[in-house]
Every structure is written in structure tokens, then in C-alpha cells.
């Protein structure tokens, strides 16, 4: 994914001279060639994260598009002040694309771990926040969050579906279950191991790469009318357990319904590992889901 979103954001800076690139020096190596050609719209501030989304900031008050790109953790917990002040206060937009989403970033320890991004978010107004499930989908999200001015979240992953799925912003059945089957909502590179989680039970599995806005309309045609046994929906998110939960609560106001929430833990693990061991520890690899979903589904 990142890749994709270098290639990308590069081939925007050609095409459209409203683009704008702000680094803190992660990936100032993958652009350097785009800043030899654009050395006025490709800056590299430097470790200075808080001024990289300051200086956002005055590019947008100037017209320009910018996009904003380093750690997960870097360019959203550490500069939490700027975005609220930055952005959302002054009313202008920019292209926050993150890596290293809640522990790819694993093996440097908790300094490059951001689980609790989208939530931090949340706390902001009008945030599109964009999850991809596969290099594939990065490309169509990032060309439309550059064509307005709004402010945009990309998180990508080094986790992965095993094909794009094209859900423009809605919720997209992947697999069907019996009229009435509990609902899994899986967003983003959580399809993969949702699908494999289910296997044998009768469920329907839907998924989003856009958790911002949320799409309740899509939720309330899933679940359908109210019914004596109040639905059973499953949210697997890839990053803090519940994240969402108020959204999906909200969407199913006046529908009585179950809702099983499941995300990174709040609790601070104190390790390294790989991004597998995190998933494992978290319950969030195919086995731990469907202990999870088999659980709670009795």
C-alpha cells in the first residue's frame, strides 16, 4: 500500500499543480525524485511533525491540496493539537495518509504502535477516514480525496485482503448468509481473516473501506425491519475495540440488536513481536475471531 500511495500521490504532483506533498522525513527517500521536479510543492520539514501539519495548513489556505504523510502515530497521536487547531479550527482540509496503522510497526516498540488513530479522530469534525483492505483500493481513495477540500484520513496497511473490492463508501456484501443470519461487519484488511474466521457458520459478511461516514443507511438495509429476536451484529475493526460502536449504535437507534465489538485491546501488551503475534495476542487472527463470533453467537 505504500507503494501504491507514493506511485500515486507522485503521478498527482504531475498532474495536478493544486497537489501539495508535506513530509516529516519518513518516506522523503520515495519522493525525492517528485521534489527535484516540484522541489515548491514537495516539503520535507524535517522531525518535526507538529510544523509538517502547521505548514499543511497554510497550504491550504492557499489553495493548494496538501497531503500529509508519516507513522500512524506521527501523523495523527503526536500531532492530535495541529489537526484540531490546524485544520479543523481554521476550517481548511488536507490528505492525512498514514502507514504503520495500529502495530505494523511492531518490532520499534510502542513509539511506532497507533491503534487508538480513528478515535482520536472521532473527536474531530468531519474527518473522511479511509481503510483500505488492498493496495488495489489506495489509488481510486487517494485520486478522490485530492479532487476537494476536505479533510481525509488514509490509513494504510501492510495487511491485506486477497482482492480489491470496490465499496464506494458503502457497506458491500462478500458472502450471504439465511435471511436473518447475524451480521459481521469487517473493515478494511480485516476481511481476509473474517472470512476464514466464519467458515461453516450462517452469517453475512459485509465489508467497508470507508468506516467515515458511516454507512448507516447500508447497516439498516442489512439488518432489515425489527423482528422478535433483536439481530446480532459483529464489528472487527483493525484498530481500538469499539471504535465504532457509536456509529453502528446510532444507525440502529429504534432497532433492538446485539453488538459484539472487536479491535485492538485498550490494554498497553509492553511488547515487541510481529504484527502476527499482535494479531494473535489481540484475538484478532481467523482463530481468536471465531472463538470470538462463535461465543457471543452461542
Given at each position: 500500500?505504500?507503494?501504491?500511495?507514493?506511485?500515486?500521490?507522485?503521478?498527482l504532483?504531475?498532474?495536478?499543480p493544486?497537489?501539495?506533498?508535506?513530509?516529516?522525513?519518513?518516506?522523503?527517500s520515495?519522493?525525492?525524485?517528485?521534489a527535484?521536479?516540484?522541489?515548491?510543492?514537495?516539503?520535507?520539514?524535517?522531525i518535526?511533525?507538529?510544523?509538517?501539519?502547521g505548514?499543511?495548513?497554510?497550504?491550504?489556505?492557499?489553495?493548494l491540496?496538501?497531503?500529509?504523510?508519516?507513522?500512524?502515530?506521527?501523523?495523527?497521536?503526536?500531532?492530535?493539537e495541529?489537526?484540531k487547531?490546524?485544520l479543523?479550527?481554521?476550517?481548511v482540509g488536507?490528505v492525512?495518509?498514514?502507514?504503520?496503522?495500529?502495530y505494523?510497526?511492531?518490532?520499534?516498540?510502542r513509539?511506532?504502535m497507533s491503534?487508538?488513530?480513528?478515535a482520536l479522530?472521532?473527536?474531530l469534525?468531519?474527518?473522511?477516514?479511509?481503510?483500505?483492505?488492498?493496495?488495489?483500493?489506495?489509488?481510486t481513495?487517494?485520486?478522490?480525496?485530492?479532487?476537494h477540500?476536505?479533510?481525509?484520513?488514509l490509513?494504510?496497511?501492510?495487511?491485506?485482503?486477497?482482492?480489491?473490492?470496490?465499496?464506494?463508501?458503502r457497506?458491500?456484501?462478500?458472502?450471504?448468509?439465511?435471511?436473518?443470519?447475524?451480521?459481521?461487519?469487517?473493515?478494511?484488511?480485516?476481511?481476509?481473516?473474517?472470512?476464514?474466521?466464519?467458515?461453516?457458520l450462517?452469517?453475512?459478511?459485509?465489508?467497508?473501506?470507508?468506516?467515515?461516514?458511516?454507512?448507516?443507511?447500508?447497516?439498516?438495509?442489512?439488518?432489515?425491519?425489527?423482528?422478535p429476536?433483536a439481530?446480532?451484529v459483529?464489528?472487527?475493526?483493525?484498530?481500538?475495540?469499539?471504535?465504532s460502536?457509536?456509529a453502528v449504535?446510532g444507525?440502529?437507534?429504534?432497532?433492538?440488536?446485539?453488538?459484539?465489538?472487536?479491535?485492538?485491546?485498550?490494554?498497553?501488551?509492553?511488547?515487541?513481536g510481529?504484527?502476527?503475534?499482535?494479531?494473535?495476542?489481540?484475538g484478532?487472527?481467523?482463530?481468536?475471531?471465531?472463538r470470538?463470533?462463535?461465543?457471543?453467537?452461542?
Amino acid at each position: 500500500m505504500r507503494d501504491t500511495f507514493t506511485d500515486t500521490a507522485t503521478a498527482l504532483l504531475d498532474d495536478d499543480p493544486r497537489t501539495a506533498i508535506v513530509l516529516a522525513d519518513i518516506s522523503a527517500s520515495s519522493f525525492a525524485p517528485a521534489a527535484r521536479r516540484h522541489p515548491d510543492r514537495v516539503l520535507n520539514v524535517g522531525i518535526r511533525e507538529q510544523l509538517m501539519v502547521g505548514v499543511a495548513g497554510g497550504l491550504a489556505l492557499t489553495g493548494l491540496r496538501p497531503i500529509v504523510h508519516s507513522y500512524a502515530t506521527f501523523a495523527v497521536d503526536r500531532v492530535y493539537e495541529q489537526l484540531k487547531l490546524d485544520l479543523d479550527h481554521q476550517g481548511v482540509g488536507a490528505v492525512v495518509v498514514s502507514v504503520g496503522a495500529s502495530y505494523d510497526g511492531s518490532s520499534m516498540g510502542r513509539t511506532h504502535m497507533s491503534p487508538g488513530d480513528v478515535a482520536l479522530l472521532d473527536t474531530l469534525t468531519d474527518w473522511t477516514v479511509h481503510v483500505p483492505g488492498h493496495p488495489d483500493e489506495v489509488p481510486t481513495l487517494l485520486r478522490a480525496a485530492a479532487n476537494h477540500d476536505d479533510r481525509v484520513y488514509l490509513r494504510l496497511s501492510t495487511a491485506s485482503n486477497d482482492l480489491p473490492r470496490p465499496a464506494a463508501g458503502r457497506l458491500m456484501v462478500v458472502h450471504r448468509g439465511t435471511v436473518g443470519a447475524p451480521l459481521v461487519l469487517a473493515v478494511g484488511p480485516m476481511l481476509h481473516p473474517v472470512l476464514h474466521a466464519i467458515t461453516g457458520l450462517d452469517v453475512t459478511v459485509a465489508y467497508t473501506h470507508t468506516p467515515r461516514p458511516f454507512d448507516a443507511v447500508g447497516l439498516r438495509e442489512l439488518v432489515g425491519t425489527p423482528s422478535p429476536a433483536a439481530p446480532a451484529v459483529v464489528l472487527v475493526e483493525p484498530y481500538l475495540a469499539g471504535t465504532s460502536s457509536a456509529a453502528v449504535s446510532g444507525a440502529l437507534a429504534g432497532v433492538p440488536h446485539r453488538l459484539l465489538a472487536l479491535g485492538v485491546g485498550r490494554t498497553d501488551l509492553r511488547r515487541y513481536g510481529s504484527p502476527a503475534d499482535h494479531d494473535r495476542w489481540h484475538g484478532l487472527d481467523a482463530a481468536g475471531l471465531r472463538r470470538s463470533i462463535s461465543a457471543f453467537l452461542g
